[in-house]
């Protein structure tokens, strides 16, 4: 079975630059979470959705961040604008439901924010 | 004070060694508690549950104390391949909301 799918792996990118990244959780799951992990702060959950809705979006940092879930097989994460801050590997976790739930992480995208 | 901590170590470790990481929470009110494994710039994973009766997988055993607020992970008989960063996870009460510990690492010598 297909894990949780991340696009793109990697991503370098300029200040000011819009930056989207994508997942795909795993099918039948219906709770979708993105993170953010950096070497100071860990992992940090920024915003979870249950069947499509957000229901938790209080580690999203600012404005220039957002999240959509259109549908149940995709999601994005946007920022605009990208400042060298958000430089962090982003990771997007599935589960199938709970609590207490298994979350199931995608391999990550790479940000780096020049 | 984090609602999750760790002794971020690095811990070095011969192989064949037992060694124990630790953890405590602030919540007293949680409800659920993992073990996740993170490899060296790879995806965390779900090592293990843990319960409050305590349990036990293979060379690995996760005790819980509710009254502490403490949890442990005991590691025995070392292997090169157990080398990696721990993540102690509690779940909040409310949802299905993980709140991540910053990692112990472990690092196991030939």
């Known amino acids: 079975d297909a894990g949780v799918i991340q696009s793109p792996r990697h991503e370098v990118t300029e200040m000011g630059q819009e930056v989207t990244l994508r997942c795909k959780p795993i099918s039948g799951h219906n709770s979708l979470f993105w993170y953010r992990q950096t070497m100071m702060r860990g992992l940090e959950l920024l915003i979870y959705f249950n069947n499509n809705v957000p229901i938790d979006d209080s580690g999203m940092p600012e404005d220039r961040f957002s999240a959509k879930m259109p549908n149940a097989s995709f999601s994005t994460l946007k920022i605009q604008p990208s400042e060298p801050r958000d430089s962090a590997v982003y990771f997007c976790a599935s589960g199938a439901g709970g609590p207490p739930e298994t979350q199931y992480f995608g391999p990550g995208t790479r940000l780096l924010v020049l | 004070r984090k609602e999750v901590e760790q002794d971020p170590g690095p811990f070095n470790v011969p192989e064949g060694a037992t060694v124990a990481f630790n953890c405590t929470y602030s919540?007293?009110?949680?409800?659920?508690f993992f073990w996740y494994r993170q490899d060296c710039r790879k995806e965390p994973k779900l090592l293990m549950s843990?319960?409050?009766s305590g349990n036990e997988d293979g060379r690995f055993t996760a005790q819980l104390n509710r009254a502490s607020q403490y949890i442990s992970l005991l590691i025995r008989d070392s292997k090169l391949s157990d080398s990696a960063t721990y993540l102690c996870v509690v779940n909040e009460v409310y949802g299905n909301k993980l709140v991540f510990g910053a990692g112990t690492i472990l690092r196991v010598k030939s």
């Open positions: 919540n007293s009110a949680s409800q659920s």
């Open positions: 843990v319960y409050s």
